[in-house]
């Protein structure tokens, strides 16, 4: 009950395309779904997040879609550029627990 | 934002001694930092949760012997890998609630590459 479940595990877009990952958890207890993004050798760092309350979050090029019936939440990056080219993790916590559960990641390659 | 160092950012060393690796708040405290464990291309695995002035707890299946934990101030937590062996090597990242709390944000540190030989 404690998984996310993230997919595809990669994916190949070309520049100025849409790239969606999708995520799924089953606790409904979980109530933060934050997106963070990794570049090889370093830390995450957090992208967008988004609370159960509200069904969509846009920041910039980044908007996270969150469907609370069916436990699923997304992410989609318009326009991808090559510097999107990373390694994106979803994540499921709780409030106050301050405490994060990773999907298992999705490697994302944007081609010029 | 609020920013989160380790140190050192790479270590080697031989099998069976111990590494400190040392996660600073820069410019927030920390009353508690979370300690992950990332393998090559796999998703963070937390390890255990660091409480300032008071014991570590961890995950299910991490050795509290081997991974030591002392969060001695409201900006340092260190991370000890003790009796180290080959299969310890890992990127070791730490993060804490970022002094702009909002709602379990979480800020990570650049992470510690650990090689054992």
């Known amino acids: 009950q404690q998984q996310v479940k993230q997919s595809p595990q990669s994916l190949i877009v070309q520049k100025g395309g849409i790239s969606i990952i999708n995520c799924a958890y089953e606790?409904?207890?979980?109530?933060?779904f934050p997106w963070y993004q990794q570049f090889p050798g370093k830390g995450p760092a957090l992208l967008i997040a988004i609370r159960p309350d509200v069904s969509e979050k846009k920041e910039g090029r980044f908007t996270i879609s969150f469907n609370k019936s069916a436990k699923q939440f997304s992410l989609h990056i318009m326009d991808s550029q090559p510097g999107d080219s990373a390694t994106y993790f979803c994540?499921?916590?709780?409030?106050?627990?301050?405490?994060?559960?990773f999907g298992q990641g999705t490697r994302l390659t944007i081609n010029p | 934002g609020a920013v989160v160092s380790q140190h050192p950012s790479w270590v080697i060393c031989k099998s069976g001694t111990s590494v400190k690796i040392e996660c600073r708040s820069l410019d927030f405290q920390a009353t508690t930092m979370f300690w992950y464990r990332q393998f090559p291309k796999q998703s963070l695995m937390l390890m255990a949760t660091?409480?300032?002035?008071?014991?570590?707890?961890?995950e299910q299946g991490v050795e509290k012997d081997k991974f030591l934990i002392n969060h001695a101030s409201l900006t340092l937590s260190t991370l000890t890998v003790t009796s180290a062996h080959p299969e310890d090597s890992s990127f070791y990242i730490c993060?804490?609630?970022?002094?702009?709390?909002?709602?379990?944000?979480?800020?990570f540190g650049p992470g510690t590459r650990l090689t054992v030989l």
């Open positions: 994540a499921a916590g709780f409030q106050g627990a301050q405490k994060l559960v």
């Open positions: 660091s409480n300032e002035g008071s014991k570590a707890t961890y």
């Open positions: 993060s804490a609630p970022g002094a702009t709390y909002s709602y379990n944000e979480q800020f």
């Open positions: 606790n409904t207890a979980f109530d933060y």
